[in-house]
């Protein structure tokens, strides 16, 4: 499994980071895991990943070169400057 967060940052703009766990990351940044996807209309890779407070996600980011999923995290102002 692969991951992806996107986030927007005043200097930067919005910024791509593709973790190697997003558990360590999350708790690296201060980012409180609030539950586990569970939603059943969902796709199966979907579930059993952590929820993030103040991110959209886990959402599917597609495949790697290699086939493998990619599980996408956006924060709030980045889910919104997409979503448009």
Known sequence: M??????MTDDEGMSKIQP???EAWA???????T????NPRTRPELQGHPVLSGFAGPCWGGTTDDGEPILRY??????????Q
């Open 74 to 83: 956006e924060d709030a102002a980045s889910y919104a400057a997409l979503s």
């Open 2 to 7: 692969a991951f992806e967060v996107i986030v």
């Open 20 to 22: 190697e766990c997003i």
């Open 35 to 38: 539950g586990v996807s569970s």
């Open 27 to 33: 708790e690296d940044m201060g980012v409180a895991v």
